[in-house]
């Protein structure tokens, strides 16, 4: 693999996004980036700043009661939804704050909330984050158990998403497909790369890449 690429948002440029070129197998597609964001998400003053650029997208009129953080979220989630609280946006909980939590992901691939989550979700106004949304697949998955556990989406936020929409809700994204004009995803029986030869570097997800050679 090669080196990272800095990535510098356009309208935030002290938010830097690594991109790592290679092979990389994600559960639902093959990509030739790797877009690094484990600083994004635990170092506290670039958390700090990518929450606050992310609370822009959202005005007084919304209503978050629960910000549902996927993939090592929760850094960012704390402090999205103290900016959100600053902007004035609304929480219908009883105490006027913002629950932040996560999912459980079995190892079928499950999304569930346990008995004392339950509350978290039900009945309220969920912004869903998460570090990037490349075929909108998982995320989909995501907001069904949403609806499932009877919670009202209020919008979708990450730091990266190669789609616009995900069942026809906007997706806020501080980083997109122009951004990285050489980005490429396909499915796993249409990839370029594997027609070419190129071997798989690594298998990725939301929590990190894993080398194979």
Do not use: W
């Not at 990389?24 to 484990?38: A, E, G, K, Q, R």
């Not at 960012?76 to 704050?97: D, F, P, R, W």
């Not at 509350?119 to 995320?139: C, D, F």
């Amino acid at each position: 693999m090669q080196d990272a690429k800095k990535l510098f948002s356009k309208k935030h440029p002290n938010i830097v996004l690594d991109a790592i070129p290679g092979h990389f197998v994600t559960p639902n597609s093959h990509i030739n980036y790797y877009l690094d964001m484990s600083k994004l998400k635990a170092r506290q003053s670039e958390a700090q700043e990518v929450a606050k650029a992310m609370a822009e997208a959202y005005v007084a009129s919304t209503v978050v009661d629960t910000i549902v953080c996927m993939e090592g979220c929760e850094v960012i989630g704390a402090y999205l939804a103290e900016q959100l609280t600053k902007v004035g946006v609304l929480s219908m909980n009883a105490h006027k704050t913002i629950y932040i939590t996560s999912p459980e992901v079995n190892f079928t691939g499950q999304i569930l909330f346990r008995e004392n989550l339950k509350p978290m979700i039900k009945n309220k106004h969920v912004l869903l984050l998460l570090p990037a949304a490349t075929t909108g697949n998982t995320t989909g998955r995501m907001l069904d158990t949403i609806a499932y556990y009877g919670g009202t989406i209020t919008g979708i936020s990450a730091i990266f998403s190669a789609v616009n929409r995900i069942h026809d809700i906007h997706v806020n994204a501080l980083f997109t497909m122009s951004d990285i004009a050489d980005y490429k995803m396909s499915s796993p029986d249409n990839c370029s790369m594997c027609k070419e030869g190129k071997p798989i570097d690594a298998l990725a997800n939301g929590y990190g890449y894993s080398i194979l050679r």
